[in-house]
């Protein structure tokens, strides 16, 4: 089966994609992105993920050349074409080409790029005995909201946690825990889900809004508050949410024991309910 590349419009398969190299996203890291989960051949929550490709775009001044019926045919069709039954669906969209200058100088045509490949799903060992992650010094800029494609410290501390031989780095700024790399954070002390709010220094997940939804259904109380480095040493569990990740225990922080140290009773069942959730 075929990976899948949608390039301007055109299907091709994904060795043969190409973009150029004025395109203000190799240039200036200036467009935005979304990434999401194909189960069974059923895109997962798609709405919800092109509601906030739209937030982003609006958030950078870059307008959407689809709208939310075409982008859900091309993911359609590229899923279609692509032949996996589980997949991932990458897009991407920048401000477009021109010569290289800082500043817009006129209208641009945005550039559309999205790749359909099979999704690999992490370790099972990861989701039966937890996994390790480190905190790291947030150096990001101010609009974490915005899913801009522009994410070098993202991968530094990617790296950092992959030298340490952890799943995960946690962006501490000012004493306060906001979320991962490449996912959200929640930590649980009793029957109370505490979550960082959302707002500018956090991107909000489309899966952790499906976890928090699972949770009030369950009769899990909700705090959406900061969340210190202290508080994330005496929860009881502490989870990952995230579209590749789903949900995630985690085990030590900073080599430190999270309650027992091992999945606890609520991540099992957010584990549970997101999974039935997919169908």
Known sequence: MPEIAFINNVFMPLAEARVSIED????????????????????????????????????????????????????????????????KVYIQVTRGVAPRDHA????????????????????????????????????????????????????????????????EALFVRDGYVLEGATSNVLAIQGNTLVTPPEGPLLLSGVTRK?????????????????VSEADLYAADEVLLTGTTIEVLPVARVNGRPIGAGAPGPITRLMMDRFRDSRV
Not at 74 to 83: K, L
Not at 210 to 226: C, D, T, Y
């Open 24 to 87: 203000r996203g190799f240039q200036f890291g200036d467009g935005v992105y979304e990434l999401l989960r194909v189960y069974a051949g059923r895109p997962f929550r798609l709405i919800d993920h092109l509601g906030r490709l739209e937030q982003s775009a609006h958030a950078l001044g870059i307008s959407l050349p689809y709208t939310q019926d075409r982008w859900a045919a091309v993911v359609a069709e590229a899923v279609s074409r692509s032949g996996f039954h589980d997949a």
């Open 104 to 167: 817009v100088t006129g209208p641009m045509t945005p550039t559309v790029a999205m790749t359909v490949r099979a999704m690999t799903p992490p370790a099972p060992v990861l989701y039966d005995q937890g996994a390790d992650v480190i905190t790291v010094p947030d150096i990001r800029w101010a609009r974490c909201d915005v899913k801009a494609i522009s994410l070098l410290a993202n991968v530094l501390a990617k790296q950092q946690a992959r030298e340490a031989g952890v799943f």
């Open 210 to 226: 499906v976890v928090l939804g699972l949770a009030r259904q369950a009769g899990v109380v909700i705090k959406e508050q900061s």
